[in-house]
């Protein structure tokens, strides 16, 4: 017995250990998927973020934050004219884009938390299509970046109050079609993007033990201590 309770002493959580919290809810922002013929005009589909739901690995001990999730993203798709400006009036082209996977962003960040928030890339948003650009046809995926800052406000053993917002506004395009000027973004080579969540409260769900696969099994090592006890009181004298 006393092996049992030196067990499951050491099957508590450590206070300050990692622990899960969860939150779901609405998030504001959007982020414009544009193709653009750099200098000369643009064309391109606008859509709102709508649903977050993600989970928060918080650990103060080494002051790591993971979080995994997703977001809902509305229009997931569109089509559209890549439009000149006035140095090369005219239609350029035509194209259709198609955000995410069906209607949904997700994400796995894991950065070091600092006491001014955690800077880290959290969307990494595919974007895939396909089109015509001065004749050229074209089709590929790839990638928009949304940088998103989160801060931690306040942690308890049952809740994780945090914030989360983008501070930038417009990030760097990419080239879209290798050898032309086709980029994602606007004419100035970047796209506009915005995530804004005020204040959510994520709530906990089980705390990570540092041994929780010993946990999972304690019920087998109660049956196990109890028998050997039972066996170690039973007579050894011969029946007469």
Known sequence: MQLLAALIL?????????????????????????????????????SSFGTLTETLNYDPVTGTLEEVGSVTISPSSGTFNIVGLIYNPGLDGSATLTIG???????????????????????NVPVSGSGIYNG????????????????INAVSST??????????????????IPGTDLRTGNDDG???CSWQLDSAEAMTVV?????????????????SCLVSRRQGGVSTHPIE
Not at 137 to 147: K, R, T, Y
Not at 212 to 220: I, Q, V
Request: charged share 5%.
């Open 207 to 223: 705390p990570e033990p540092q041994n929780y696969g010993l946990l999972m099994a304690l019920p087998a090592l109660v049956m």
């Open 136 to 151: 050229q046809a074209f089709a590929g995926s790839w990638n928009l970046i949304l940088p998103v800052n989160t801060f």
């Open 10 to 46: 050491g099957l508590m959580p450590v206070s300050g250990y990692s622990s899960l919290y969860v939150y779901s809810g609405p998030v504001s922002g959007f982020i414009d998927a544009e193709l653009t013929p750099v200098g000369f005009g643009e064309g391109g589909i606008g």
């Open 159 to 176: 809740s994780l109050t945090f914030s989360e917002r983008n501070l930038y506004g417009a990030v760097p395009g990419q080239e879209v």
């Open 101 to 123: 996977n069906n209607g949904i962003i997700s994400f796995d960040h894991t950065s070091v938390y600092t006491g001014g928030g955690n800077q880290g890339w959290l969307l």
């Open 190 to 192: 970047t796209y506009y």
